[in-house]
């Protein structure tokens, strides 16, 4: 067709490449480059000639081994093929008016597969592995998928500059698949931020970043795949107290050759030397037929023995029943190198220092500069408290007390006793007591000894003390505290979303979790555990520490189960919790299982312990976070699932997250048991 002045109008050409095997087999999927040669460049060069700018064209091969590009304008080109070794991965052709330009790219049997490094946008060091295979050769490369990928938020077609000018893609073929080097310089970040692309921080470094994509594996056929791994962080210093902090928590523990065994050998075979000269007496003067408290004495006195022995800041290989404490891959795994236990020992003496916590030591700092601890602590009288923190929390008591572990000890004392529960029917009326006979003095030792034991108002002020906590029920009446932790549940909820937040993140490859807002929330509930850290703090949950282990191990008695008829086939963790479920369904409390309070009381001890004596006010680095984060993770997951299971809260979501009192959760779902039992 002619134009108005009368001349034609110049057709485009065509340029059709194929690449093939040595056999002549289409090889698919393989990137080709078509550059356009500037006007004033020569005619063809023996010396590899990169053009200026971004491709004029680009396509991947067919099914074929084919690729061809229409509408070529009149002019010369250089087709490459960056898959082959560079002195023959290009042919530069001439298109003219309709002209029709056929390229052939033929892949050698040994394909040298390239590793490039690069340093201020040049390459340097190439390393190579001959690939002996190159039948039905598949390699993904195509710059714009490969960016699409990664998760480059601009089009490939935005970036400005050519390779060794700011901007680049290598792509090799090789025994294990393609490799595509991608790098960006400053003026190609400057450039693509005018134009309002925002490039991740993760792809780009000063003054050059290079990321290496692995983009298929093995090379020969299949799907091209993307494999990245998980943000690290540097090992902190804190990282040995929250071994000590497992460890000490099981060395105390019931089950597991724990507080029970201990007992045990104590009640049962007297043949335990623990080093307590009251202890040895006791035992010694309690013959085969004892009566009165004698027994009981005896029970209480080893439980007190026992505590003193595994309490404090230390990690042992075997508690004092020849139980494992230590698990050193357990702990490899958790602190994501390998680790013994001399190793964390030595960790652990280090971050003690002077034989303080730091924490302890910048209290005594603050609070009582250019003073010595014999004259501020009475010459010794509290020096232990500072120098060997007891590794026990409060919050341990509270929820198996939620769990309804001393009401069922309760009931079963007024049993004993032949005294009927208030209200018109007893469900305990009926049972005979007949099997708790081997147990007459324990219980009634532990009887006689109810003066001296802690009332359930004076657990319940202290646990408002220390997290604003409160017991609903008729054996809790209000309280009218002086000092209460308002703000902590708040904080601790706050802290545990935020928690399962990071580990969402932290599961995405593609993301890097921040752990700054898990540091900040740590702060927060380490400030407010040490504003409750006052009044009856140590005593109190010492003391309420040795009756629960008491009530726990009596309940645990063979005798116990007998006169309950607890169920055999459901599976408990400790010998104790048949028990109060059963006595739970007799007297009608709520049905939700002792296993998820008693998880929650484990969990939960061993979490508040971690933030109460690690000294978080004094860190300013997300990596103590991060690893705090992951070191607890199966115990803060387990203490949500729990929470969830007593009290209906899912506190990983946003919306149901709040700071209600856990016993207001647990009244309203007793009274809806109860509407539905009706």
């Known amino acids: 067709m002619d134009n108005p002045q009368g001349s034609k109008v110049p057709r485009p050409g065509q340029i059709n490449v194929c690449v093939k095997d040595p056999d002549g087999a289409p090889i698919q999927k393989v990137l080709i480059l078509v550059y356009r040669v500037p006007e004033h460049t020569g005619k063809a060069s023996g010396k590899w000639q990169h053009p200026e700018g971004l491709p004029a064209f680009y396509d991947l091969t067919g099914s074929d081994g084919c690729v061809t590009f229409l509408n070529v304008e009149e002019a010369d080109y250089v087709v490459e093929c960056p898959n082959i070794p560079r002195g023959t991965s290009f042919e530069r052709v001439s298109v003219m008016a309709g002209s029709v330009e056929d390229v052939l790219f033929t892949l050698d049997a040994k394909l040298e597969y390239h590793k490039t490094t690069i340093s201020e946008g040049k390459e340097s060091g190439s390393d190579h592995a001959i690939v002996n295979e190159t039948s039905g050769l598949e390699i993904t490369s195509d710059p714009k998928e490969l960016i699409d990928s990664v998760g480059f938020p601009f089009p490939y077609t935005a970036l400005p500059t050519a390779r060794n000018k700011g901007f680049g893609i290598h792509t090799k073929a090789g025994l294990y698949g393609a490799t595509a080097t991608i790098y960006f310089k400053p003026p190609v970040v400057n450039a693509l931020t005018q134009a309002g692309y925002k490039i991740p921080s993760a792809f780009v470094q000063k003054p050059i970043d290079t990321l290496v994509v692995q983009t298929g594996g093995p090379a020969l056929s299949g799907q091209v795949g993307v494999t990245l791994q998980r943000s690290g962080s540097n090992p902190t210093r804190d990282q040995a107290l929250w071994v000590a902090i497992r460890n000490r928590t099981k060395a105390i523990g019931f089950s597991g050759s724990g507080y029970k065994d201990f007992i045990d050998r104590v009640l049962c075979k007297q ?13 010694q003067e309690l013959g085969n037929q004892v009566y009165g408290v004698g027994a009981y004495e005896l029970l209480k006195t080893a439980t007190e023995v026992f505590l003193l022995l595994e309490c404090g800041v230390a990690i042992n290989q075997t508690g004092v029943e020849g139980s494992t404490l230590f698990d050193p891959d357990d702990e490899s ?7 013994s236990l001399d190793e964390v020992t030595q960790r652990l003496t280090d971050y003690l220092g002077q034989g303080r916590l730091p924490y302890i030591s910048r209290i005594i700092r603050t609070a009582f500069p250019g003073e010595g601890l014999g004259r501020i602590f009475c010459d010794g009288v509290l020096t232990s408290r500072v120098e060997d923190s007891c590794l026990i929390e409060l919050i341990w008591n509270y929820w198996h007390e939620e769990g309804m572990l001393v009401q069922a000890m309760n009931a079963i004392s007024r049993r004993f006793q032949n005294i009927r529960a208030p209200g018109a029917r007893d469900p305990l009326a009926h049972l005979e007591i007949d099997p708790l006979r081997p147990l007459n003095n324990l219980l009634w030792g532990y009887i006689q000894d109810e003066q001296n034991l802690l009332t359930v108002r004076r657990r319940a002020y202290e646990y ?17 505290p002086a000092d209460s932790r308002s703000k902590f549940l708040e904080a601790f909820h706050n802290l545990l979303h935020l928690t399962s937040v990071f580990y969402k993140e932290d599961n995405d490859t593609t993301v890097i979790a921040d752990g700054f807002p898990l540091l900040n929330a740590l702060k927060e ?30 309940l645990a008695r063979p005798e116990m189960r007998d006169f309950l008829q607890s169920r055999a086939m459901v599976p408990y963790k400790e010998a104790w919790m048949p028990q109060v479920d059963t006595m739970k369904t007799l007297q009608g409390w709520t049905d939700v299982t002792i296993t998820h309070f008693r998880d929650l009381a484990v969990y939960g001890e061993q979490i508040l312990l971690s933030v109460r004596y690690g000294d978080w006010i004094d860190v300013n680095n997300e990596d103590s976070a991060k690893n705090w984060a992951r070191y607890w993770r199966p115990e803060v997951q387990a203490y949500l699932h729990a929470y969830r299971a007593c ?32």
Not at 464 to 480: E, F, N, Q, T, V
Not at 647 to 663: E, Q, R
């Open 647 to 678: 009290t209906g809260v899912d506190l990983t979501n946003a919306d149901t997250l709040d700071s209600t009192i856990p016993a207001a959760h647990l009244q309203k779902r007793l009274v809806a048991q109860q509407q539905r039992v009706r």
């Open 525 to 554: 509930v380490h400030l407010l555990l040490a504003q409750g850290a006052h009044n009856q703090f140590g005593d109190l949950p010492w003391t309420a520490r040795r009756e629960m282990l008491i009530q726990q191990w009596l």
């Open 271 to 283: 043949d335990l030397n623990p080093g307590s000269p009251l202890l040895n007496r006791q035992i």
């Open 333 to 339: 795994a958790r602190l994501g190198h390998s680790v």
């Open 464 to 480: 408002d003390h220390h997290y604003g906590l409160s017991l609903y029920g008729k054996a809790a009446p209000p309280i009218r």
